[in-house]
């Protein structure tokens, strides 16, 4: 196949890509096991705050006995900014990590850099459960390095799975990550309350080394399954793409199908390959950033599309909810376990999130986001609204009712499609890249997140109590606007398709978009209905030099 010798294509746009079987669909689903120990990980440190033996560890504090006066209790705490660091640093360290990604993503491949990113989140893990007062050093250094093989993972595995994923069900397949992030917090809920009321360190030290599992799991199954096939062509191996192609695909090499869908995937690239050339290392990333910021199709649009929409991901404020929701919900005073409501809205948040496998190829992605963001922006406010006017037991009762509510809208709305979405709206030539710094985006203002709620919050600090939800609810009605005038409907569109869709049409008319030829027959075919042999011999030798 070198050369271009006989790569069947075809100007059939409903034939760019193979049939496939359930096989195929088990090895794209695995991939989304990576948000298990990604949930966990922020999952686990959410109870850890709140449990007595790491705050005496770590502060040196006495823990109060059951007769102790209410001030000495609330007194019981790790400082303010001590949290903010410990919750914070994992934050930094993914916003690293996924920069970094981006380029191993382009160097070494997917697959290889996500496996890379579960060793790196090893070596975090163990120096974390080796943690232990009064000093945070050990802790910190061991999230700072969890953190940066989170980064690695989050980011590219995200770009593995919408690359490797049947576009009929890619939103399915993509939204399965954030289930799994889903069932790594509930897992952490479940290992935290389980050991709440040990008297030694295992109170701590279990849950945090149980998630060295999840890596373990994810690094393992991942060597016995294929690289991207779009990252081979990326680097101008066609033949080893197609092979791959044909894995994913369960399909013979030889397949017609096989064949013509790797025919769009090489004309598409040999397409934005002349809109963005190869370059240099430091021109690779400014790619990133060319064109014009009124150009809706431009990478840059591209790229503050993808890190403004994981921004506003974050802030619908739900990670306060499973970062901070344990404390918080002990400093209401109203609440005899916190730890079991904390469990609780964990348990909403799993079984809220598979709805959204089925609405966003049933609706799309557009909808989701705009009515998901309606629905968290009334929530928070009633939320605010009877947590101001009234601390008593049933309104507090009330307001966890309504976090639950909040947090079925996030499950089955903007936490899946956030991801669905960064996951197809870059090219081939940036799209490492553009994941990368999506992700990035997210983790940092996850971590701006992480140090400033101790301080809204914190009963030492701010005190804001049920106040905080107006901030996060006038914040969510900036993610309905936000929405409506800037999501593009990607559903049902090959990662092709939806660079031809964002070139021709606009946020608020792209629901009616239809492909209406091929990359393939724009870039040339053969009277003999292959591509032409010139494309594929480019593609593969500008490959060898990225």
């Not at 090499?253 to 290392?281: C, D, F, G, M």
């Not at 599309?305 to 974050?314: A, E, F, N, P, V």
């Amino acid at each position: 196949m070198p050369g271009g010798a006989g790569i069947m294509a075809t100007a059939d746009t409903s034939r760019i890509e193979a049939p496939v079987n359930a096989k195929a669909y088990l090895m794209c689903a695995f991939a989304s096991f990576g948000g298990i120990f990604f949930g966990y990980d922020s999952g686990w440190v959410n109870s850890v705050l709140a449990m007595n033996i790491p705050i005496n560890q770590y502060t040196g504090m006495a823990i109060p006995a059951s007769t102790a006066s209410d001030d000495v209790k609330n007194a019981f705490v790790i400082p303010a900014w001590e949290q903010s660091l410990i919750v914070s640093i994992l934050s930094a360290g993914t916003f690293f990590g996924a920069i970094i990604a981006g380029d191993l993503a382009d160097w070494f491949g997917r697959r290889v850099t996500v496996i890379v990113g579960c060793v790196v989140f090893l070596v975090g893990a163990i120096l974390e459960t080796a943690s232990a007062g009064p000093g945070l050093g050990l802790m910190v250094v061991g999230r700072l390095i969890a953190g940066f093989g989170v980064g690695f993972v989050s980011a590219i595995i995200i770009l593995y799975m919408s690359e490797i994923a049947p576009k009929s069900v890619r939103g399915a397949i993509v939204s399965g990550y954030q289930f799994c992030i889903t069932i790594g917090l509930l897992l952490a809920a479940c290992v935290t309350y389980a050991t709440q009321d040990r008297l030694d360190t295992g109170s701590y030290r279990i849950p945090i080394a149980v998630q060295m599992l999840w890596s373990l799991i994810l690094g393992g199954g991942l060597m016995f399954l294929p690289e991207s096939p779009r990252y081979f062509v990326k680097r101008g191996k066609i033949d080893r793409a197609a092979d791959t192609l044909a894995t994913l695909r369960s399909q013979p090499r030889e397949s017609e199908y096989v064949q013509q869908e790797l025919a769009e995937i090489i004309a598409n690239h040999e397409y934005e390959l002349k809109l963005t050339p190869s370059s240099s290392w430091f021109g690779s990333w400014m790619n990133c950033f060319k064109g014009s910021l009124f150009n809706p199709n431009s990478n840059l649009r591209r790229t503050i599309l993808g890190t403004s929409l994981q921004m506003m991901q974050q802030w619908t404020g739900i990670n306060f909810i499973f970062y901070f929701g344990t404390s918080f919900f002990k400093s209401l005073g109203t609440i005899s376990n916190p730890f079991l409501i904390s469990l609780v809205t964990t348990l909403v948040n799993v079984l809220s999130t598979p709805l959204s496998f089925w609405t966003v190829e049933r609706f799309g992605r557009r909808p989701l986001l705009i009515y998901g963001a309606a629905g968290m922006c009334i929530c928070e406010f009633i939320v605010a609204i009877v947590g101001t006017a009234s601390s008593t037991a049933p309104a507090t009762s009330a307001g966890i009712a309504f976090i639950c509510i909040y947090i079925f809208f996030f499950a089955s709305t903007w936490g899946p499609g956030a991801w669905v979405v960064i996951g197809e709206i870059f090219p081939l030539p940036i799209r490492a890249r553009g994941v990368a710094l999506s992700t990035a985006s997210n983790w940092l203002w996850n971590c701006i997140i992480a140090v400033i709620t101790p301080y809204l919050v914190g009963t030492d600090k701010g005190n804001l109590g049920a106040k905080v939800f107006f901030l996060w609810g006038s914040l969510c009605a900036c993610c309905f606007v936000y929405a409506y005038f800037l999501i593009y409907e990607t559903k049902g569109l090959s990662l092709e398709q939806v660079d031809k869709m964002m070139e021709e049409t606009t946020p608020l008319t792209s629901r009616g978009w239809k492909p209406h030829t091929t990359f393939a027959a724009e870039m040339g075919l053969t009277d003999k209905g292959t591509l032409a042999p010139e494309i594929v011999e480019d593609v593969e030798r500008k490959g060898s030099v990225v």
